[in-house]
Structure formats: structure tokens, C-alpha cells
């Protein structure tokens, strides 16, 4: 009678993301870099953070429109690029009004350019062009308003980028170690409430130093600002991660080792840059 002997446990390989769910390593790297980037360009010359931000934005873009052409839909891509770059340089230059102008002009320009293809598949195309136009270019032009003001626009991007900042470490931290319940388990498994906890607690920190530090404002103001950013944060957060899974991807590219692509890494900041402007706008002094 012979011994059965069981196999070893295969060893984990070293690049295993783990309980994260990121490859850790790499995501620090990637992310002190671009960290880097942009508040380097952000304080040397405040016309360089445009050009930071309008390359990030075109990369999303682009990374939209391959990810979205996996569900049949066909974007047209000449206006919707020259569109993005008409929004970003008519936001930083003519504000609010002149953001949303460009975007109806992307918007017709775009439905324009896909007529000449047929009625097949038309409003697919155009839907998911829209959504596009809206989604990325659109919210990334909140952004570029929070740079406007000449007193104290470098600050408010700075306030706005540590909130959602504080809030992916808060919910990662939190999530790692204390994690239990599924957040949105049919949507992203790894979020949990725990998570969502550590990121408010460090969302409200990180706005409530921010908003009285850096901006001289009242410290409930930047426990306001906090609490809407924990809120939009995750929504971008989950709202991108229903597209691929809608789309069948794990990552809309795989530019960025660790994070996926740009737009994996924008989904937070998207969502939280229009509350952020309007919320400054409306209860900070400039």
C-alpha cells in the first residue's frame, strides 16, 4: 500500500498584488512620479500643469476610445481629440462658460463626423462618443479651473489632489488591514467598508489641513470639502470600475506598472474635481 503523497502549495510569485489588489512596489513608484510631475509643473510654471494635465487627458482619452470600440462602439477620433484640447485651452483661458461652449462644439463636431458612416450603429457611436466628451474632457476641465485664480490657483489644485490622495491611501490602508465587508462586491470585491472608512477619516483630515493651511479658510470648510471628495472619490472609483466590467477588461490599458492605464488612475480625480472647484469657489476667498 503505497503513501499519497500531496503536491507542495505552488509559492507565491513576488509580483502578486495580494489583498490590495495592486502590485505594491510599483504602484508607489509610478505614483511618487506622477506625483512629481505634477506639482513640480503645478509651482514652476503654472502654464506647464496645462500641458501636464492635456497630455493625461489625451491619454485617457485614447485609452476610451479603444476600451469602448471592445463594445462595439466606433468614436470618432479626430474630434474628440481636437475637442479635448479645445476644452482644456478654453477653460484655463475663458472659464466656466467657455469649457461647456468648446464641449457642445465637440459634441456637434462629433455627430458631424460620424454621419458620412451610415445610420448603422449611429446612435451607439454617437452615445458613446458623448459619454466620452462628458466623462473625460468635460470633468478634467474643472481641474484646469481650479488653476485659474492668479492669487491662489496652484494651491487649490494642491488642496484638491491631497484630498483625493488622502483618500486612496485612507480607503488602501484601511481596507488592507481591517477589511471584512464587501463594499460593492458585484462591482469592485476588493473595496470594502472598512476601506471606505479610513478614507473619510482621511479625507476630512487631509481638507480640513489643506482648506486652513494652505488656503487661510475655516476648518469646516475643509471638513466639507473632505466629505464630498470621499463621496466623489468613490463614485468615480466604482463608476469606472462598471464600465470594465460592462466592457469585459480588467484595465483600460497597461501603460502604468501597477495602477493600469492613465484612466485607472484618473476615475478618483475626475469625479472629485467639479465638487472640489465649486465648493472653493463658493465658500473660499481667492
Request: aromatic share 8%; charged share 10%.
Amino acid at each position: 500500500m503505497g503513501v499519497e503523497s500531496t503536491p507542495p502549495p505552488s509559492p507565491k510569485p513576488a509580483s502578486d498584488p495580494g489583498r490590495a489588489g495592486r502590485n505594491l512596489p510599483a504602484a508607489i513608484g509610478v505614483g511618487v512620479g506622477l506625483g512629481i510631475v505634477i506639482i513640480g509643473s503645478l509651482f514652476w510654471y503654472k502654464f506647464l500643469f496645462i500641458f501636464v494635465v492635456l497630455a493625461a487627458v489625451l491619454l485617457a482619452v485614447d485609452e476610451m476610445i479603444k476600451s469602448l470600440r471592445t463594445g462595439g462602439a466606433v468614436i470618432p477620433r479626430v474630434p474628440v481629440i481636437a475637442g479635448t484640447v479645445a476644452m482644456m485651452v478654453a477653460a484655463y483661458f475663458g472659464g466656466p462658460m467657455a469649457l461647456l461652449t468648446a464641449m457642445a462644439g465637440t459634441v456637434l463636431a462629433t455627430i458631424f463626423w460620424r454621419m458620412p458612416g451610415g445610420s448603422v450603429g449611429f446612435v451607439r457611436d454617437t452615445s458613446a462618443g458623448v459619454f466620452l466628451i462628458g466623462y473625460v474632457p468635460l470633468l478634467a476641465g474643472f481641474a484646469i479651473l481650479l488653476v485659474q485664480p492668479d492669487e491662489d490657483g496652484a494651491l487649490r489644485v494642491l488642496t484638491f489632489f491631497l484630498v483625493v490622495v488622502a483618500s486612496d491611501v485612507g480607503g488602501y490602508v484601511a481596507g488592507v488591514l481591517f477589511g471584512k465587508h464587501p463594499m460593492a462586491p458585484t462591482i469592485s470585491p476588493k473595496k470594502s467598508w472598512e476601506g471606505f472608512a479610513g478614507s473619510t477619516l482621511a479625507c476630512i483630515g487631509a481638507g480640513v489641513a489643506s482648506v486652513v493651511f494652505l488656503l487661510d479658510g475655516h476648518w469646516w470648510v475643509g471638513a466639507i470639502v473632505g466629505v464630498v471628495a470621499v463621496v466623489t472619490a468613490t463614485v468615480g472609483d466604482l463608476g469606472e470600475s462598471m464600465i470594465k466590467r460592462d466592457l469585459g477588461i480588467k484595465d483600460m490599458s497597461n501603460l502604468l506598472p501597477g495602477h493600469g492605464g492613465v484612466m485607472d488612475r484618473l476615475d478618483s480625480l475626475l469625479a472629485t474635481a467639479p465638487a472640489v472647484w465649486l465648493l472653493l469657489h463658493l465658500l473660499v476667498k481667492g
